[in-house]
């Protein structure tokens, strides 16, 4: 059975730092990437980063470019973003789920329908 478990959203001041994971267990790293979404009251899904597969190479959206990274722990099967200082605007609800992949790159694009439940991010002073 496919389960994607994120964990480690919170209540954090704008700068503070969190990471987030995303625990899998029903199929290994090595055989789908995994991309990050959010979703803010009031906006549209965004997807925010992805980590191929094949070749673990990254993607990250503009608005969250170097302030954010994706990494994975394969012994651990799970996949982390760690996000270095939050701004108000990051404040959604976080989502994992597998993406799909061109050119051995990933692409955050929801794809093979796996979902974690979700984990809240409150930016607030």
């Known amino acids: 059975q496919v389960q994607l478990v994120e964990s480690g959203g919170g209540l954090v001041q704008p700068g503070e730092s969190l990471r987030l994971s995303c625990a899998v267990s029903?199929?290994?790293?090595?055989?789908?990437?995994i991309g990050w979404f959010r979703k803010a009251p009031g906006k549209e899904r965004e997807g925010i980063s992805c980590i191929s597969h094949i070749d673990e190479s990254t993607y990250y959206a503009d608005s969250v470019k170097g302030r954010f990274t994706i990494s994975r722990d394969n012994a651990k099967n799970i996949v982390y973003l760690q996000m270095d200082n939050l701004k108000p605007e990051d404040t959604a609800d976080y989502y994992c789920?597998?993406?799909?992949?061109?050119?051995?790159?990933?692409?955050?694009?929801?794809?093979?329908?796996?979902w974690g439940q979700g984990t809240q991010v409150a930016v607030s002073s």
């Open positions: 789920a597998t993406v799909g992949v061109l050119f051995r790159r990933c692409v955050v694009l929801p794809e093979h329908g796996y």
């Open positions: 029903g199929f290994t790293l090595d055989s789908y990437s």
